[in-house]
């Protein structure tokens, strides 16, 4: 928790109400955590009845925060903004009353309701007894109705740093395994997570199994012994699981240009007997990565220092630095990476220069190699480049320090060589690059360079296990698929369109629009009862068919049912004839609207994919007279990472029919390459459904 919190004596917290609201303090929620006026203040300005409830049940608002959970079998994150109130017993459920009252755009995740008890000293573990205590009962009520309970003993205790505050929540679930991470723990081991706030930034988190720790005394060895190392830890003790009685170490292959973070465990004595395993990311480790990878190209060399000596032949010392850096630059090709050519990983900057390519971070390998065969001092840097993963620009996990660029030294001047630059000439960086978050290391001693870490390792501390979740909500939510509005305002995970065109002798064409929804929930039943959903689907096809008027809306399927079907009778308007053996048919006949919104280019935030969802579109458009069959284009296949597009066009019972799915997978695209190729292909698809459909009959 974080901001405004207060410690209350036990006979004044009967109850406990948590909201988790998801939306509506995505854009201030760490001002809010901070400034209980202003949550005050936002709470009356957007949620209109919370301070009146509030005010009437003598509650007090103790705090606001922002949490992230990541879900270990889908691999994805959810985020809410949590606002905690403390009630007068028996009054939980009237100040739960006015959620279904959240304007639109706050939807709540779930309410908790904790009852506080006494809690009995014999079943406290004796490891945590004499600090301060609160037991809870809970249920948890989430969308679909449905409920979790567990018990929970929550401990508090004050650190050696004052002001610090460590809160241990122990739970045990009553209908499913206790899980963390991946991994299921058989019996009833307690699980206690650890949280230090030191100075605003999260900077230790560790999880302790096993009821025999001492949180107090673990977090201060931990501190004063490892401080400048550790950031995430994990402790557990001997008897917990025997797959990790073995100390190990989990790092990257040293031939990927990747400088993920490195975990590691450690094995020592605990004062209170016995052993425990410390996991965690040491950042020297990450450093010792870096120059073995490098030594590991350089090994290499005899080809490259008869390559160094006949380059510079001729040229004059100021000019040597240049002509190297226009060598590698420009009479390289460029490949994803060598890495994958070869059976083993075992490449060198020789193999680099007989195969005259390479990945950019290879070939600035060989140029450090020729630059370092005729004794100038350099230097491989990697740096963060803004645009791979926009939202990251001032926040990069070092996972994202991708950016390969040389620095030299001429005398006592400093030259960067950017081989990603096909225009810079020595000693410019792309425009961007110049403020880039950099990671470089004594190569003397192999460690990682303080100065230049320090900034970026305060600013992305957070990000090391969560590179999404607390900036999620500086990720460019487009409107992706014009079915949004009504996937949103009806609850539906999957929807249908058939749209049929027909027409009775000389009288114009009516439409026929068939719209089937199904994944309804329990919550979005009752808001189906309460708005009219065929309003809102009427809505959207006016959205949709902008000149489409209406004869009438017919719902098939009542607002209770899983499956939900609306038909509306339109005017698709005029149909042109045919031209000879030729027939145009423009594309807002055949399409609506496209599926896809426009593609901002070049993008620099990322694109967002919340949920998987599954849609589909068919028109059926009745030949010409006297048409037996026709010639249609061929299908297409669109798709990248997180969606799959096809459209495929044919002649059945004398109709055109064109069928078009769309699928989402849920996921975030950051990578400023990736998105450049999810960009081609939504304006690709956009192209084609901008485009009229020609046919050609076929007798």
Not at 251 to 280: M, N
Request: net charge negative; aromatic share 8%; glycine share 8%.
């Amino acid at each position: 928790m974080s901001g405004g919190i207060r410690t209350l004596p036990m006979a004044m917290i009967p109850a406990l109400l948590t909201l988790n609201v998801s939306v509506a303090f995505a854009a201030t929620g760490d001002m809010l955590a901070s400034d209980p006026a202003r949550l005050g203040q936002v709470l009356a300005e957007t949620l209109p009845r919370a301070a009146e409830q509030s005010a009437r049940l003598g509650s007090d608002v103790v705090t606001a925060y922002h949490q992230k959970v990541f879900d270990a079998e889908t691999g994805t994150y959810t985020e809410t903004e949590n606002i905690v109130w403390w009630v007068r017993r028996g009054e939980a459920e009237a100040l739960t009353s006015f959620v279904r009252d959240f304007p639109p755009g706050v939807e709540v995740e779930a309410v908790e309701a904790f009852t506080a008890h006494a809690v009995d000293a014999s079943s406290v573990p004796a490891a945590v007894a004499g600090l301060r205590l609160l037991g809870s009962d809970r249920i948890k009520l989430q969308k679909g109705d449905r409920k979790q309970r567990e018990t929970n003993l929550v401990v508090a205790f004050e650190t050696a740093r004052p002001g610090d505050l460590i809160g241990v929540s122990i739970r045990r679930h009553h209908d499913a395994p206790l899980r963390w991470r991946d991994w299921a723990l058989a019996g009833d081991y307690p699980v206690a997570r650890c949280e230090l706030r030191v100075r605003n930034d999260w900077r230790l988190v560790f999880t302790v199994f096993g009821d025999r720790m001492r949180p107090g005394a673990m977090q201060k060895e931990v501190v004063e012994e490892k401080s400048g190392q550790i950031l995430d830890l994990r402790l557990w003790v001997d008897d917990v699981d025997p797959v990790f009685r073995e100390p190990y170490s989990s790092s990257a292959a040293l031939q990927s240009p990747s400088l993920s973070l490195v975990w590691r465990a450690e094995r020592v004595p605990w004062r209170g007997g016995g052993h425990v395993w410390i996991e965690y990311r040491d950042w020297n480790m990450v450093a010792a990565q870096m120059a073995a990878l490098e030594r590991a190209y350089l090994s290499g060399h005899k080809a490259v220092d008869a390559l160094a000596r006949e380059l510079v032949a001729g040229t004059a010392p100021d000019d040597l630095i240049r002509r190297l850096y226009l060598y590698a630059r420009d009479e390289l090709q460029d490949v994803a990476t060598l890495v994958h050519e070869k059976r083993d990983d075992h490449i060198t900057i020789e193999d680099v220069l007989a195969a005259r390519s390479g990945a950019e971070f290879e070939k600035c390998y060989l140029l450090l190699g020729l630059l370092r065969n005729l004794d100038v001092p350099a230097q491989l840097v990697w740096l963060h480049d803004p645009e791979d993963g926009g939202f990251f620009a001032d926040f990069p996990n070092w996972g994202q320090l991708a950016t390969p660029v040389v620095l030299a030294s001429r005398g006592e001047q400093e030259v960067w060589l950017d081989l990603g630059c096909s225009t810079c000439r020595p000693g410019v960086l792309r425009p961007r690059l110049a403020t880039a978050h950099a990671m470089t290391y004594d190569r003397d001693a192999d460690t990682k360079n303080l100065e230049v870490l320090e900034q970026a390792y305060l600013q992305s501390s957070i990000l090391r296990n969560d590179p999404v979740g607390r900036y999620l909500d500086k990720v460019q939510r487009a409107d992706w698929c014009d079915l949004t509005t009504l996937t949103i305002g009806t609850g539906a995970d999957l929807v249908m369109e058939e749209y049929t065109l027909s027409r009775a002798d000389g009288q114009p064409f009516r439409g026929t629009l068939s719209l089937t929804a199904s994944g309804l929930t329990a919550s979005r039943e009752e808001y189906l009862a309460t708005e009219d959903a065929p309003a809102v689907a009427r809505q959207w096809v006016e959205q949709r068919f902008a000149a489409a008027g209406f004869d009438s809306v017919v719902a098939a399927s009542g607002p209770d049912a899983e499956i939900m079907t609306l038909t509306m009778h339109l005017d698709p308007g005029p149909v042109p004839d045919a031209i000879g053996d030729t027939w145009i048919l423009p594309p807002g006949l055949v399409y609506g609207s496209p599926a896809v919104a426009e593609w901002p280019s070049p993008r620099r935030s990322a694109f967002h994919v919340a949920s998987d969802a599954e849609r589909f579109w068919q028109i059926r458009i009745p030949l010409p007279t006297g048409w037996a069959g026709a010639t249609v284009p061929a299908a297409r296949d669109f798709g990248y990472t997180c969606f799959a597009y096809h459209i495929e066009y044919a002649v059945e019972a004398g109709h055109l029919v064109v069928t078009r799915s769309l699928k989402e997978r849920a996921g975030t695209v950051d990578d400023s390459r990736a998105l450049e190729l999810l960009g081609g292909q939504a304006k690709l698809m956009r192209e084609l459904e901008l485009d009229p459909v020609v046919l050609v009959r076929v007798d």
